[in-house]
C-alpha cells in the first residue's frame, strides 16, 4: 500500500499531459529575421520495466515481484541560436517492488531512483532531435515493516 498513492498519481498526470498534443500551435509563424535564444521545459511520463530478473533472499520468504510502474521525467533545456543545446532533466521512476511475509507479518521492499543528469541535445532535422546526457541517481530502497526505513545511495549513472 505504500505506493498506491504515487501510482495513482502519476497516471493522472500522464492522462492529462497526453492531451497537450489537441492544445499545441502548430501553424504559428515565426519571423526568421530574429534570434530566438529561450529557455524550453519538457515533461514526459509513461510506463516503464526493469528487465532484470529480482531475486528475493533469502529464499524462505515468499512474496511477489512487481517490476512494472510508471516512470515521468521533466527536463529544461537552453534553446541558444546555435544548434547544440544543454539542460538539466530529472523525474521519478520506480525499479521494482514485491510484499514478503515473515513470521506471518507482511511488509514491502521498494527499490526507487531520482535522475539528476545533465543533457545535451542537437536537432539533426526538423522535429528530431538527439539527446545525450551524464549525471547520477538517487537511488532509495524503503521497506515497509512496522517502521518505514529509508536508505539513500549515490551510485554513478549515465544516460
Known amino acids: 500500500m505504500c505506493t498506491n498513492k ?5 497516471t493522472v498526470i500522464m492522462a492529462v ?24 521545459l519538457q515533461v514526459g511520463g509513461g510506463f ?10 533469502p529464499p524462505a520468504l515468499t512474496g511477489s515481484v512487481n517490476r512494472y510502474s510508471a516512470v515521468g521525467t521533466i527536463r529544461l533545456i537552453w534553446y541558444p541560436s546555435y544548434r547544440l543545446r544543454m539542460g538539466f532533466e530529472s523525474g521519478y521512476t520506480d525499479f ?3 510484499k514478503v511475509k515473515n513470521d ?3 511488509g514491502s521492499v521498494h527499490l526507487s531512483a531520482i535522475p ?3 543533457v545535451f541535445s542537437m536537432q ?20 515497509c515493516l512496522r ?4 536508505t539513500i545511495i549515490y551510485p554513478a549513472g549515465y544516460r
Open 6 to 10: 504515487k501510482f495513482l498519481w502519476l
Open 17 to 40: 499531459l497526453s492531451v497537450n498534443k489537441s492544445f499545441a500551435q502548430t501553424n504559428v509563424k515565426i519571423d526568421s529575421n530574429k534570434i530566438r535564444k529561450s529557455f524550453v
Open 48 to 57: 516503464g520495466g526493469y528487465t532484470t530478473v529480482v531475486h528475493i533472499k
Open 96 to 98: 521494482y517492488s514485491y
Open 104 to 106: 506471518n507479518k507482511p
Open 116 to 118: 539528476l543528469l545533465f
Open 124 to 143: 539533426v532535422i526538423k522535429r528530431v532531435n538527439i539527446y545525450a546526457g551524464i549525471g547520477a541517481y538517487l537511488e532509495t530502497t524503503h521497506l
Open 147 to 150: 517502521i518505514e526505513y529509508c
